[in-house]
């Protein structure tokens, strides 16, 4: 009987020591980390039973490669080395080091690039913070380069762990003088040198005031006073590249670039640099726009060979708002192009309106 006793309690013994061997399980087996941190497992927290002491654990992290000071991003299968009731065991648990972080995009600067810079390297105007590869790629399909002005892009930095951040920034177009030379090419139709906003003048055109212009410029003020109009003996005739470029950019920057160009043109566009171009003003020295000087002039200029090169209602096609006091010299098809009732562009058939 007593023999039955001692091996019914060893058979119970036995059946806890293996109940006690295979219950013991992992609370979880995959352990997921940041690229870039460190990676600590709670050796405590490890199992779901906690008789397990945890000096009797031993975590072999050898597999887990380093790269610098942390792990490198890779799935790594580290064994469990532990002790039940002075019998080793092991088991494996996963551990993935993961980049799950987005770049960080920060602009370094204002980006302002000239006409027609396609080439720019807008990579160089940001700072990425990132601890894994990645590429970067713009989005400029907004961007006019052949035009100043302010456009809306976008920045996109995807790392090779497909983390993609995004980010719209402003890139500003610039006019300068040397863009303005290489923009377009002078035009003559008819005899006529055709200068607006689509056809420049070469910034070394410097002809000075036309004799012939000047001379049937000077009939016509003498014919307005004879007739009783009130008109100025100062004008603003001929202008040099160089005086128009510092004219214009006074004005840009009084009135920001969008407000001057309606008014004043980019040096080089001028028909003033032509020497072909007077304005005439009031005696009070303001640009001549009074109703009776306007309307004589509007329909007297053509007998001495101007046009009112800027009219009213044709500001879409000149490029320019009315201007009753800016009279061109063209010569003999002055009578011609005013009784058609067209404007210079649309006479000699040629574009005009804004800048490209
Ligand atoms: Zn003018």
């Not at 590429?135 to 302010?150: A, R, Y």
Request: hydrophobic residues 35%; proline residues 2%.
């Amino acid at each position: 009987m007593k023999k039955l006793i001692v091996l019914f309690v060893l058979l119970i013994g036995v059946v806890v020591f293996m109940y006690s061997i295979l219950s013991v399980s992992l609370k979880k087996d995959v352990f997921v980390f940041e690229y870039g941190k460190q990676i600590s497992i709670d050796e405590q927290s490890l199992f779901k039973d906690s008789f397990i002491e945890p000096d009797q654990i031993e975590l072999d992290v050898s597999s887990i490669e380093m790269e610098d000071k942390y792990p490198k991003a890779g799935e790594y299968l580290v064994e469990v080395k532990y002790q039940v009731l002075f019998f080793n065991q092991s088991k494996t648990i996963q551990v993935k080091v993961e980049d799950r972080t987005k770049p960080e995009i920060i602009q370094k600067n204002e980006i302002k690039v000239d006409v027609n810079d396609r080439d720019h390297d807008f990579s160089s105007d940001f700072d990425i913070k990132e601890l894994s590869d990645y590429d970067i790629s713009f989005d400029l399909e907004k961007v006019d380069f052949s035009k100043s002005g302010i456009y809306e892009a976008t920045i996109l930095v995807e790392d090779i762990y497909h983390n993609v951040s995004s980010s719209s920034f402003e890139i500003e177009v610039v006019e300068t003088v040397s863009a303005v030379q290489n923009l377009s090419t002078s035009t003559e139709v008819n005899g006529i040198l055709v200068v607006n906003k689509k056809h420049s003048l070469p910034s070394n055109y410097a002809p000075g005031e036309n004799i012939e212009a000047k001379n049937q410029f000077v009939k016509l003020i003498a014919d307005m006073r004879a007739n009783g109009l009130q008109v100025s003996d100062s004008y603003s005739g001929y202008r040099s590249y160089e005086y128009q470029n510092s004219l214009y950019w006074n004005y840009v920057n009084v009135y920001g670039q969008q407000q001057a160009d309606t008014f004043s043109a980019r040096a080089g566009y001028s028909e003033h640099q032509t020497g072909l171009a007077f304005d005439l003003m009031q005696p009070n020295g303001a640009l001549l726009q009074s109703y009776n000087e306007s309307v004589w002039l509007a329909n007297n200029a053509h007998r001495y060979g101007f046009i009112v090169r800027y009219p009213y209602g044709k500001e879409n096609i000149t490029g320019y708002v009315a201007e009753p006091w800016h009279i061109r010299y063209v010569g003999e098809q002055a009578t011609a192009i005013y009784q058609s009732g067209l404007c210079l562009e649309e006479y000699l058939g040629i574009q005009g309106g804004d800048y490209n």
